[in-house]
Nanobody
Framework: QVQLVESGGGLVQPGGSLRLSCAAS????????MGWYRQAPGKQRELVAA?????RSNYVDSVKGRFTISRDNAMWYLQMNSLKPEDTAVYYC?????????WGQGTQVTVSS
């Protein structure tokens, strides 16, 4: 059973920064793609950022230049800078293994003054 544990959410003012972390219970070489989705109230879940085992990353347009995804051993991170109120959502990390997606428990990010 693959388990993902994420941390790092919280309340931050507009313009502030947060870093999300996700730890996997499996070896990272078994994960083809890892990343983060988010879901705001009343909206569909959207892919925020992902990085492949080859190191290629992609971002949703609304976070390009502000968010950075990285990986290190069995963990990956989402550095979020210049946060905006519209970034408020529950953020879920995911890992794709053998065409299956596994999910973290979600962490709340609230951007508000």
């Amino acid at each position: 059973q693959v388990q993902l544990v994420e941390s790092g959410g919280g309340l931050v003012q507009p313009g502030g920064s947060l870093r999300l972390s996700c730890a996997a219970s499996v070896r990272i070489f078994s994960i083809s793609t890892m990343g983060w989705y988010r879901q705001a109230p009343g909206k569909q879940r959207e892919l925020v950022a992902a990085i492949t085992d080859a190191g290629r990353s992609n971002y949703v347009d609304s976070v390009k230049g502000r968010f950075t995804i990285s990986r290190d051993n069995a963990m990956w991170y989402l550095q979020m800078n210049s946060l905006k109120p519209e970034d408020t959502a529950v953020y879920y990390c995911f890992a794709r293994i053998d065409l299956l997606n596994f999910w973290g428990q979600g962490t709340q990010v609230t951007v508000s003054s």
